[in-house]
């Protein structure tokens, strides 16, 4: 049976910014692959993994694309990450 599944994989962070930096950081360098959604990517602490923290923003642009900057961004949204 096919379908869409979720890794978990644990890790360790000072704090919930440095838990969503890990986690883009690994998300974005998997990203070539066709079969990871790097722009849904959540992290939650251990111990309330019931409740999510998005990593990227991935709101609607009026071109139909999504924006892939990070969920705390400055600035206007983009479909490209800042450089």
Do not use: I, K, N
């Given at each position: 049976?096919?379908?869409?599944f979720?890794?978990h994989?644990?890790f360790?962070?000072a704090?919930?910014p440095?838990?969503?930096?890990?986690?883009?950081?690994l998300a974005r360098s998997?990203?070539?692959?066709?079969?990871?959604?790097?722009?849904?990517?959540?992290?939650?602490?251990?111990?309330?993994?019931?409740?999510?923290?998005?990593?990227?923003?991935?709101l609607?642009?009026?071109?139909?694309?999504?924006?892939?900057?990070?969920?705390?961004?400055?600035?206007p949204?983009?479909?490209?990450?800042?450089?």
């Open positions: 049976m096919s379908g869409r979720v890794a994989l644990p360790t962070a704090d919930l440095a838990a969503r930096h890990f986690a883009g950081t998997v990203s070539f692959l066709s079969e990871v959604d790097a722009a849904e990517v959540t992290v939650s602490f251990e111990d309330e993994q019931g409740v999510r923290h998005r990593v990227f923003c991935d609607p642009l009026s071109d139909h694309r999504r924006c892939v900057r990070r969920v705390d961004h400055g600035g949204c983009s479909p490209r990450p800042p450089r």
